[in-house]
């Protein structure tokens, strides 16, 4: 059975991604924090799509939780194939840097960057042995352009952007590729709070993205198609920066 793999898989762009690897026939491992009957939902849809799932729940950034959860589960399942890794999970705690305390920016910090570096070693053996994988990572415009407010994110997802670089070349000899994908502006949860009518009214297609379009994007590189595309960072942000 082949497997895909989305951290943070319970509400948002982790969502829309689980039920778009649903439609391609991929058994859905759904990662989540604490919301279980978000997962649950996701589960509920994953099967509507006709195909199978299981919850997976621990934080991403708790090495010794990613170790006895995931890890265990690779132990316990070795007939199966993780073929599709997707480092979802994120937060935001946003501060202008004068103002920002430790805890702001050791959370998001572990969640983003150390969150990609405990569920991807647990993951890259298997597509190394086999000969295949596809990773894809999500960033945000924030660690391409830096966004103020967001030092503590901006770093955390320019740190998986550079990770995502040099890890591709790392594993490129072994068929397995590894992309990120950099929204702007979203429609999730994550943006609820935000003032979503004027800040659509700066990107140039007047609106925020859906988690949907997010997930054709994470489609594509999962796809055979974007076999030689690796080591990439797509921007989906509406014109906002290119
Ligand atoms: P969201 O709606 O807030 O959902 C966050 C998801 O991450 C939830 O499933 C949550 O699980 C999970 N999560 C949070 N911390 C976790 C942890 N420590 N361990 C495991 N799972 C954890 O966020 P979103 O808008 O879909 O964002 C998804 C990703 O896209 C994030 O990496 C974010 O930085 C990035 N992004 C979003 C936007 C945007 O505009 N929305 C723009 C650029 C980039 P629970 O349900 O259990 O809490």
């Known amino acids: 059975m082949k497997c895909a793999l989305i951290t943070g898989g319970s509400r948002g762009i982790g969502r829309a991604i689980c039920i778009k690897m649903a439609e391609l026939g991929y058994h859905v491992l759904i990662n989540y924090?604490?919301?279980?009957?978000?997962?649950?939902?996701?589960?509920?849809?994953?099967?509507?799509?006709?195909?199978?799932?299981?919850l997976l729940q621990f934080n991403v950034g708790d090495a010794a939780e990613v170790q006895q959860v995931l890890g265990s589960w690779v132990e316990n399942n070795k007939e199966q194939q993780i073929e599709v890794l997707v480092n979802n999970a994120?937060?935001?705690?946003?501060?202008?840097?004068?103002?920002?305390?430790?805890?702001?920016?050791?959370?998001?910090?572990?969640?983003?960057?150390?969150?990609?570096?405990?569920?991807?070693?647990?993951v890259l053996n298997g597509m190394l042995l086999k000969r295949y994988g596809r990773i894809i990572n999500m960033v945000s415009l924030s660690g391409i352009k830096g966004l103020p407010g967001q030092t503590n994110y901006s770093a955390a997802k320019a740190g998986v952007i550079g990770a995502t670089k040099a890890l591709a070349q790392e594993v490129a000899k072994r068929g397995v590729t590894v992309n990120a994908i950099a929204p702007g502006f979203i429609k999730t949860d994550m943006t609820a709070a935000l003032n979503e009518k004027e800040l659509a009214a700066q990107v140039p297609m007047n609106?925020?993205?859906?988690?949907?379009e997010v997930a054709d994007a994470v489609a594509f590189f999962v796809s055979r198609s974007a076999g030689y595309i690796t080591g990439e960072v797509l921007n989906i942000n509406g014109g906002l920066h290119t």
Request: glycine share 10%.
């Open 33 to 54: 924090k604490g919301n279980e009957a978000a997962a649950q939902e996701t589960l509920e849809a994953v099967k509507a799509k006709g195909s199978t799932g299981e």
């Open 90 to 122: 994120g937060i935001r705690e946003d501060s202008l840097m004068f103002w920002m305390t430790d805890t702001q920016w050791n959370n998001v910090l572990n969640i983003s960057l150390n969150g990609f570096y405990h569920v991807t070693k647990q």
């Open 207 to 212: 609106r925020f993205g859906t988690a949907e």
